[in-house]
């Protein structure tokens, strides 16, 4: 059982940069691919963003490509999300969620998820 807390939500303006941050309680926190995910009032969550569980491989939606970076520390049981550059479009209620397999995080539904954190972003 993995129990993933979000955090570092807020209101920006546009241009402004957040940091998300995701604390996990496994103790194999290591060995699972760790994802963000969002979803916008009136649409269906996306996949954001992605990282295996070395940290090696990263993978995006093109929307945030060069303006979001996904990172991770092991030793602290925490996946980060620096959003940069944001946009009004990027509103929305942001999820961390986490499975032992990157594929599946990435292309269907992953194992766990947290209770998300709200971004607003204002023109």
């Known amino acids: 059982q993995v129990q993933l807390v979000e955090s570092g939500g807020g209101l920006v303006q546009a241009g402004g940069s957040l940091r998300l941050s995701c604390a996990a309680s496994?103790?194999?926190?290591?060995?699972?691919?760790m994802g963000w995910f969002r979803q916008a009032p009136g649409k269906e969550r996306e996949f954001v963003a992605a990282?295996?569980?070395?940290?090696?491989?990263?993978y995006y939606t093109d929307s945030v490509k060069g303006r979001f970076t996904i990172s991770r520390d092991n030793a602290k049981n925490t996946v980060y999300l620096q959003m940069n550059s944001l946009k009004p479009e990027d509103t929305a209620v942001y999820y961390c969620?986490?499975?032992?397999?990157?594929?599946?995080?990435?292309?269907?539904?992953?194992?766990?998820w947290g209770q998300g954190t709200q971004v607003t972003v204002s023109s």
């Open positions: 969620a986490a499975d032992r397999n990157t594929f599946v995080l990435r292309t269907t539904t992953p194992a766990y």
């Open positions: 496994a103790r194999t926190f290591s060995s699972y691919a």
């Open positions: 990282i295996t569980w070395h940290g090696g491989d990263t």
